[in-house]
């Protein structure tokens, strides 16, 4: 860690390079970021107006786990080719290997900063707003999702530089973990249909929940959508999973501690391999 913010500097000129070159020779610039959120918000509104959705608020509670899954899935997309992309530089320069795919997480968290303020736009437009005490789940939700993002990117990262597979299954990877984590349907209609059955003679929901992603996404949900479970037509409609704010916080609270452990695995892991990436690339 020490060793590490020694080179915050290099650190901050890689994500601002990445930066220029992500937005280079553009028109728009920046403002492409802004604009993802907003087509992706058309389509799914689309598809969910001809599925027959009637979730309230579905924008707030598309884009409060939208935003927080592509900071997972960008970090991990470029942060798992980070080391290879640069080869060069690491053929020739000696720093910590680490900031590279610490650069692809802290792009990607620009991008989220970006993107959230259209969120927070339409939410003050439309008269959305925030509810308390849910808001305060939001930075403890970020930390657990920088920690878990930070902890898969350095195992990818590492491993990439090996068994260049590990690029291509990402992608499929990420393909199957976005439509298995509860962003784009109802988490609360989940929790209704695997409470009380069983799986290999454990709970179902249960394992549902070994996703880390569902809990960490109630929490960005439950601290911007608000109430699990608006009332539509004088009728309670379970939006989100039927926990209090101290329950998402406390699943919220053992994803963390997972996640610091797991971190603590792949960063060794990472500094072990990272010996020999310059022979490798």
């Known amino acids: 860690m020490r060793e590490l913010a020694g080179y915050r500097e290099i650190l901050l000129n890689l994500i601002r390079k990445e930066l220029k070159v992500k937005y280079t020779a553009s028109v728009l610039g920046a403002v492409w970021s802004l604009l993802n959120p907003v087509v992706f ?4 509104s689309f598809v969910a107006v001809m599925l027959g959705t009637t979730m309230p608020n579905f924008p707030v509670y598309l884009l409060s786990g939208l935003l927080a899954w592509n900071v997972l899935s960008n970090s991990l997309s470029t ?41 927070v736009l339409f939410m003050l437009v439309s008269g959305t707003g925030f509810s308390w005490p849910e808001i305060t789940l939001l930075p403890l939700a970020i930390v657990t999702l920088v920690v878990f993002t930070t902890a898969i990117t350095f195992w990818a990262s590492a491993l990439n530089v090996r068994y260049r597979d590990v690029q291509h299954l990402i992608g499929i990877g990420l393909l199957v973990w976005f439509w298995l984590t509860p962003i784009v349907y109802s988490s609360g209609f989940v929790q209704e249909k695997l409470q009380g059955s069983e799986v290999l003679g454990g709970r179902a929901f249960g394992a549902y929940l070994l996703n880390p992603l569902a809990t960490v996404i109630q ?15 004088g009728v309670a409609q379970q939006v989100l999973f039927d926990w209090s704010v101290g329950e998402v916080a406390l699943g919220l609270g053992i994803v963390l501690a997972a996640s610091l452990a797991l971190l603590w695995a792949t960063w060794r892991l990472f500094f072990r391999m990272s010996g020999d990436f310059a022979e490798e690339l």
């Open 41 to 44: 918000l058309a389509v799914f």
């Open 79 to 119: 942060g798992s080719t980070s080391v290879i992309d640069n080869a060069n530089l690491v053929k020739k320069v000696y720093f910590p290997r680490e900031i590279l795919p610490l650069s692809a997480i802290g792009v990607a968290l620009v991008d989220y900063v970006l993107q959230t303020v259209v969120l």
């Open 219 to 233: 929490g960005f949900q439950r601290a911007l959508y608000g109430d699990p479970a608006p009332v539509v037509d």
